[in-house]
T-cell receptor, first 115, second 111 residues
Framework: DAGVIQSPRHEVTEMGQEVTLRCKPISGHNSLFWYRQTMMRGLELLIYFNNNVPIDDSGMPEDRFSAKMPNASFSTLKIQPSEPRDSAVYFC?????????????FGPGTRLTVL | GEDVEQSLFLSVREGDSSVINCTYTDSSSTYLYWYKQEPGAGLQLLTYIFSNMDMKQDQRLTVLLNKKDKHLSLRIADTQTGDSAIYFCAESSGNFNKFYFGSGTKLNVKP
């Protein structure tokens, strides 16, 4: 398996533009997580899905952020409109969740810069 | 939410042992993990320990768990320059496999 795939790897955009980050989880995994990493705030969980259903989106910072998982092999994180303070590395992770204790596999991340 | 705390930095000399510490608050934690993040990369699982264990050893890595004090440590023996990275502690109580991560400890290994 290729692991968790994220695209793009780097994104530079201007303030006010819409940004869409994409994630393909590992085949067979049923849980998907979106994280954001910054120097100031460390690693933050934004939202996670189980069986394509959003379970907890309390980490989403504002209404400008939205995430979808239309099927088991694809998820998007959208920021509209983007702001400079959204600049961060965004990670997607997936796991096979039963009663817990299963490794989360992380993608390589998308480095977002909003000018 | 649950709190997982780590010191931010650790500096050691090559060949020495490194000990990275972590404390957590959730007494129902089932699994505790150590992840490693190299520059420009995602997090990779190093090792994990089930909450009914006190110790786990895997080659140069030793994990110690003091459940009473909610304290987890990772010892790296014979630390190498390639061990320089950020190390994250995480705990999970099994709820949809949601993890709570610490802030990460940046390990700097000096030659």
């Amino acid at each position: 398996d290729a692991g968790v795939i994220q695209s793009p790897r780097h994104e530079v955009t201007e303030m006010g533009q819409e940004v869409t980050l994409r994630c393909k989880p590992i085949s067979g995994h049923n849980s998907l997580f979106w994280y954001r990493q910054t120097m100031m705030r460390g690693l933050e969980l934004l939202i996670y899905f189980n069986n394509n259903v959003p379970i907890d989106d309390s980490g989403m910072p504002e209404d400008r952020f939205s995430a979808k998982m239309p099927n088991a092999s694809f998820s998007t994180l959208k920021i509209q409109p983007s702001e400079p303070r959204d600049s961060a590395v965004y990670f997607c992770a997936s796991s096979f969740s039963t009663s817990g204790g299963n490794e989360q596999f992380f993608g390589p991340g998308t480095r977002l810069t909003v000018l | 939410g649950e709190d997982v705390e780590q010191s931010l930095f650790l500096s050691v000399r090559e060949g020495d042992s490194s000990v990275i510490n972590c404390t957590y608050t959730d007494s129902s934690s089932t699994y505790l993990y150590w992840y490693k993040q190299e520059p420009g990369a995602g997090l990779q699982l190093l090792t994990y320990i089930f909450s009914n264990m006190d110790m786990k050893q895997d080659q140069r890595l030793t994990v110690l768990l003091n459940k009473k004090d909610k304290h987890l440590s990772l010892r790296i023996a014979d630390t190498q320059t390639g061990d320089s990275a950020i190390y994250f502690c995480a705990e999970s109580s099994g709820n949809f496999n949601k993890f709570y991560f610490g802030s990460g400890t940046k390990l700097n290994v000096k030659p």
